[in-house]
């Protein structure tokens, strides 16, 4: 690779259903908002920085042509390569983000870092296999705001009818082309766009909770404790224990404890940030010391499955 390198180009073909070489102006400013995006989080994720900038226009349909710059041109060629294989990257399952909450799914953080740290060395050395950038790609797309701003693209594009297709492709430094353009034809627009931006559900089964402010009458109040250091309000879905509360079987002082099991629902905004929608206790356990019914169930059912998993595991 030429140590004087310096650049390297992004290109976004948009094909229209005309001989037309204009787009709304208003779309074309949505969609590159989303790739530019993509770009710097490919380079936050790297842990590099990059300049982005924006090259004249080029017709044939429309062509936009980002160029990137940055001291290192083997990460330059990184970040275009791997934007070139992740915006045209089609989800996996139609629930990718339920997939990638998938424990067994998911890249561990230790995978990931060896990837990065083994592209990057690669990278220095000027000897970048085109196997390690694939691998890095995987890592780029279980980002949940790669995920998004690619959802976002394509669901602009979706609104718009002009654009029959779009095509993705790296330029060297000339605006010369070292790969084949992708290209995403409007049929497959669809299959992009995120169904929900609602993250599955997740639970943690041995929550302790502070409570601060129970709620001692009737209504749909939330409770306010300390959950992890953080405060949290959240909903009492345990009607038996509310009853308790309700007819002063409960009696709640200053550092009052639950152990239960705490739902925490979240979502992605249009960013692709991690937006926390709510909390709600499905079962209570203990009451500081005192074991509840549910509490003696719940227990009794984990040493069954626990007895039941070392039987099937010594067969």
């Known amino acids: 690779m030429d140590k004087q390198l310096k650049e390297r180009k992004l290109q976004f073909h948009y094909y229209f259903n005309n001989e037309s070489h204009s787009m709304d102006a208003l779309v074309r400013n949505q969609c590159e908002t989303e790739i530019i995006s993509i770009l710097y989080e490919i380079a936050n994720i790297l842990d590099v920085s990059v300049t982005i900038e924006s090259e004249a226009r080029q017709e044939g349909g429309l062509r936009d042509i980002w160029r990137l710059a940055n001291s290192n041109a083997g990460i330059l060629s990184v970040i275009v390569g791997i934007a070139s294989i992740a915006i045209p990257l089609l989800p996996k399952s139609d629930s990718e983000l339920e997939r990638l909450q998938k424990e067994e799914l998911r890249l561990s953080i230790e995978e990931k870092s060896l990837r990065i740290q083994a592209l990057k060395q690669q990278a220095n050395k000027d000897k970048i296999e085109p196997k390690t950038i694939k691998q890095v790609a995987e890592v780029v797309n279980e980002s949940h705001k790669v995920i998004t701003r690619r959802s976002n693209l394509f669901k602009h594009l979706c609104a718009y009818s002009k654009v029959t297709q779009v095509g993705v492709s790296e330029l060297d430094c000339h605006g010369k082309p070292l790969v084949p353009e992708s290209l995403i034809k409007r049929s497959k627009f669809k299959k992009f766009v995120l169904p929900s ?56 002082q200053s550092g009052s404890t639950i152990r239960c099991i705490l739902k925490l629902n979240s979502k992605l905004d249009q960013l692709g940030d991690i937006v926390i929608t709510g909390y709600s206790v499905t079962s209570v356990l203990s009451f500081g010391v005192d074991e509840t019914p549910k509490g003696k169930m719940y227990h009794q059912q984990k040493k069954f499955e626990q007895a039941q998993l070392e039987l099937f595991e010594s067969a």
């Open 197 to 252: 931006h609602r993250l599955p559900i997740q639970t943690f089964d041995d929550a302790t909770i502070e409570i601060i402010a129970p709620v001692l009458g009737e209504g749909k109040y939330k409770w306010k404790g300390i959950w992890q250091g953080q405060h949290i309000n959240f909903a009492m879905c345990d009607k038996d224990f509310k009853q308790s509360v309700l007819s002063q079987k409960m009696s709640f």
